[in-house]
């Protein structure tokens, strides 16, 4: 069974940084795209910036300049280096991959990790 594992949130101040990780595990064949969204209380989830296996990127608005989407295709691991944050970076941040496991022909759609807090305060 294949799984995506964050790690890396925590609290920081207003202007501080942190590297979220993904890490895929199981009997995986290859990745698509990953990718991380956040959510915070009271709204709905919202993507952040995505990165596919070639390494094209796309983030939203609200982060360019500040966060860098990385990936290790060997180690089926995405990162998310975060600078200069802001208290409305605060929320659950989500990773997400396209999936494609050891003996199937297709990839599994949106695969989600539990998500892991980020808080900023001001």
């Known amino acids: 069974q294949v799984q995506l594992v964050e790690s890396g949130g925590g609290l920081v101040q207003a202007g501080g940084s942190l590297r979220l990780s993904c890490a895929a595990s199981?009997?995986?064949?290859?990745?698509?795209?990953m990718g991380w969204y956040r959510q915070a209380p009271g709204k709905q989830r919202e993507l952040v910036a995505v990165?596919?296996?070639?390494?094209?990127?796309n983030y939203a608005d609200s982060v360019k300049s500040r966060f860098t989407i990385t990936r290790d295709n060997a180690k089926n691991t995405a990162y998310l280096q975060m600078n200069a944050l802001k208290p409305e970076d605060t929320g659950v941040y989500y990773c997400?991959?396209?999936?494609?496991?050891?003996?199937?022909?297709?990839?599994?759609?949106?695969?989600w990790g539990q998500g892991t807090q980020v808080t900023v305060s001001s």
């Open positions: 990165i596919t296996s070639g390494g094209s990127t």
């Open positions: 199981g009997s995986i064949f290859s990745i698509n795209v």
């Open positions: 997400n991959a396209d999936v494609r496991p050891v003996g199937s022909y297709f990839y599994t759609g949106a695969l």
